[in-house]
Structures are given as structure tokens and as C-alpha cells.
């Protein structure tokens, strides 16, 4: 029950594409859901997270949909950039709940 | 404001040593938790401590312990090495307990490798 399923375990877009990374859960008593991104030699840096009392949110080119019935989250990237290759890592926590993670997205974006 | 410091940033060990790594979290941050990342494993949760209380403890043997001082810096100890621990360890701060869905601010790591 204290699980988060990330999918995929990597993923090649190219350039301008929408890379989608899909996350699920079990625990409906989590209500705090991060997205963390790392690019290689750095710690994870949280890039975007959301409540479950909305169904999405955006920050810049980065969006969060909430489906709360699916117990399901996933991080679409618009207009996907070089830049943006990195490991891309969900999680999810709740008041009494330490963060649980998923196990990592590896995103490359193709020039 | 400075960020998550984590020393040693990289040390070689031998099987059987013993290994102390170090973590100074934002000034101000009371939380501090530890991960092991290695390559296809993802972040698997090591500690988490507040306020010099260990709170949480992940599914690792206890040859890994670690501590938290009272200026809120930590320590994690690996004894008796073996080959597997080779990885890196990140440390996170933040101000409240995770759980508490408080942004976690990571250092870049110590990367630990055993030969």
C-alpha cells in the first residue's frame, strides 16, 4: 500500500515533442504529490507538486495531472528541450507519511 | 542562503572498512533524511531525522546507522563495506518532516565506492 509506480523506466523524445511520465498509487491517505527532476552529477531538485483538490496544474512548460478516482499522476513536458534530459522521479506523502518514491524516469530529448 | 553540503563528495573504500559521511543541511532546516541511489534503484530511503530524533528507518541492514547533531548537521556510518554499498548517497534538508509535504532540498551527494 505504501507504493508509487513510475512508468516508463526511460524515455526518448525528440526535440519539441511532449514527453508523458506516468505515476500510480495506493495509499489514498497520501495528499502531497512532487516531482522531482536530477540531472547527472546533481541531487533531485523538486521541479513541480500538487493536491489532490485539483486535476492539474502547470509551471511553465511543465504540467501535473491529477486523476484523484485512478490514483494516478502524471508529468507532461510541453515543447521538450535538450535541456530537459534528466531523471525525472515521483513521489508521494501524506501528514503522517514519509515521502515514498518512484523509481526514476531516465527522459532524453533528442536535438 | 547556501545550500545542502555533503562531505566527502567522492572516497574510495575497501570491503570490511567503515565509511562516515557527513551532512550540513540549510541554515534553518531541522529535518534531515538520507538516500542511497544507485544506477537502476533509484532513491531508496535510508533515515530520516528531526530534531537529533530518528523518525523514520528504511528497509537497510544495521551495519548503516547515522545521527543528528544538535546544530542539525548529520552523519551516516556505513560499517563493515561491502561491494554493493558502492553508491551515492544524497542527504536532504528541509524545515519540517517530510511527511509534512515540505520541499526537500538535496545536497550533491557523496559518491562511495568499495573495492
Known amino acids: 500500500q505504501q507504493q508509487v509506480k513510475q512508468s516508463p523506466q526511460s524515455l526518448i523524445v525528440q526535440k519539441g515533442g511532449i514527453p508523458i511520465i506516468n505515476c500510480a498509487y495506493e495509499?489514498?491517505?497520501?495528499?502531497?504529490f512532487p516531482w522531482y527532476q536530477q540531472f547527472p552529477g546533481k541531487g533531485p531538485a523538486l521541479l513541480i507538486a500538487?493536491?489532490?483538490d485539483v486535476s492539474e496544474k502547470k509551471e511553465g512548460r511543465f504540467t501535473i495531472s491529477f486523476n484523484k478516482s485512478a490514483k494516478q499522476f502524471s508529468l507532461h513536458i510541453m515543447d521538450s528541450q535538450p535541456g530537459d534530459s534528466a531523471t525525472y522521479f515521483c513521489a508521494a506523502s501524506g501528514s503522517n507519511y514519509q515521502l515514498i518514491w518512484g523509481a526514476g524516469t531516465k527522459l532524453i530529448i533528442k536535438p | 542562503k547556501a545550500g545542502v553540503t555533503q562531505t566527502p563528495r567522492y572516497l574510495i573504500k575497501t570491503r570490511g572498512q567503515q565509511v562516515t559521511l557527513s551532512c550540513s543541511p540549510i541554515?534553518?532546516?531541522?529535518?534531515v533524511s538520507w538516500y542511497q541511489q544507485t544506477p537502476g534503484q533509484g532513491l531508496q530511503f535510508l533515515f530520516e531525522y528531526f530534531s537529533e530524533t530518528q523518525r523514520n528507518k528504511g528497509n537497510f541492514p544495521g551495519r548503516f546507522s547515522g545521527r543528528q547533531f544538535s546544530n542539525s548537521r548529520s552523519e551516516m556510518n556505513v560499517s563493515t563495506l561491502e561491494l554493493g554499498d558502492s553508491a551515492l548517497y544524497l542527504c536532504?534538508?528541509?524545515?519540517?518532516?517530510?511527511?509534512?509535504?515540505?520541499?526537500?532540498?538535496f545536497g550533491e551527494g557523496s559518491r562511495l565506492t568499495v573495492l
Open positions: 500538487i493536491r489532490p
Open positions: 495509499n489514498t491517505a497520501f495528499d502531497y
Open positions: 536532504a534538508s528541509s524545515l519540517d518532516p517530510p511527511g509534512t509535504t515540505g520541499e526537500l532540498f
Open positions: 541554515s534553518g532546516h531541522r529535518s
